[in-house]
């Protein structure tokens, strides 16, 4: 089982930007998809992006779409969430998580590998 370990977060002022990364463990991770999710206080944990084992595909929720880019360094066994021109709604744990599936998915139900999260706090 791969063990994912989230940095980077932060207090960031709003339009500022922050680069959360995820270290993995295991040698397989070069096979795996990989997403990154938020929990804001008081809500259902959500997708934020997510990428397909090669680095070739990547998905964005809507929210973040334009802001945020989601990359992978295989040789490193990292993925990297660059968050650009944040705000305050972006306030959150951030969560990385994994799976090993072909297909990419967005839902926190297909993923059954998360790390322990990262706090995000964008002041306005």
């Known amino acids: 089982q791969v063990q994912l370990v989230e940095s980077g977060g932060g207090l960031v002022q709003a339009g500022g930007s922050l680069r959360l990364s995820c270290a993995a463990s295991?040698?397989?991770?070069?096979?795996?998809?990989m997403g990154w999710f938020r929990q804001a206080p008081g809500k259902e944990r959500e997708f934020v992006a997510a990428?397909?084992?090669?680095?070739?595909?990547?998905y964005y929720a809507d929210s973040v779409k334009g802001r945020f880019t989601i990359s992978r360094d295989n040789a490193k066994n990292t993925v990297y969430l660059q968050m650009n021109s944040l705000k305050p709604e972006d306030t959150a744990v951030y969560y990385c998580?994994?799976?090993?599936?072909?297909?990419?998915?967005?839902?926190?139900?297909?993923?059954?590998?998360w790390g322990q999260g990262t706090q995000v706090t964008v002041s306005s």
């Open positions: 998580a994994s799976n090993n599936f072909i297909l990419v998915h967005t839902t926190k139900a297909a993923y059954d590998n």
């Open positions: 295991g040698r397989t991770f070069s096979s795996y998809v």
């Open positions: 990428i397909n084992w090669s680095g070739s595909s990547t």
